[in-house]
């Protein structure tokens, strides 16, 4: 059974920084390609990340570039978020996601909200705010 399990959200003040973790069970990790979504209410879904295996490519949303940082450990089958100079606009539910067909690489929809991916954590809640 695939699980998603997502952990690291909270309450930070603006400027500050919080490393969100998607730990992965039920499927081969290290051959699949993780997205990061996130969720405001009354907003439409917004892609954060899309890591590819290996050397392949990592992809950000354009107004995420240099504060949003993915990595991946695949011994712990863990996806991290580093996320830097938060703002209140980064409020939201975060979550990971995959699907079958993203091995090793991210496909050119990975960020499309229209795109419901097979596979998701139940998300973590972010909330910027002073």
């Known amino acids: 059974q695939v699980q998603l399990v997502e952990s690291g959200g909270g309450l930070v003040q603006p400027g500050g920084s919080l490393r969100l973790s998607c730990t992965a069970s039920?499927?081969?990790?290290?051959?699949?390609?993780i997205s990061w979504f996130r969720q405001a209410p009354g907003k439409e879904r917004e892609g954060v990340s899309c890591?590819?295996?290996?050397?392949?490519?990592?992809y950000y949303a354009d107004s995420l570039k240099g504060r949003f940082t993915v990595s991946r450990d695949n011994a712990t089958k863990t996806m991290y978020l580093q996320m830097n100079s938060l703002k209140p606009e980064d409020t939201g539910l975060y979550y990971c996601?995959?699907?079958?067909?993203?091995?090793?690489?991210?496909?050119?929809?990975?960020?499309?909200?229209?795109?419901?991916?097979?596979?998701r954590g139940q998300g973590t809640q972010v909330t910027v705010s002073s």
């Open positions: 996601a995959t699907s079958g067909s993203m091995t090793y690489s991210c496909p050119g929809w990975w960020a499309d909200p229209d795109v419901d991916l097979a596979y």
């Open positions: 039920g499927f081969s990790f290290r051959f699949y390609a």
């Open positions: 890591a590819g295996t290996g050397d392949r490519p990592t």
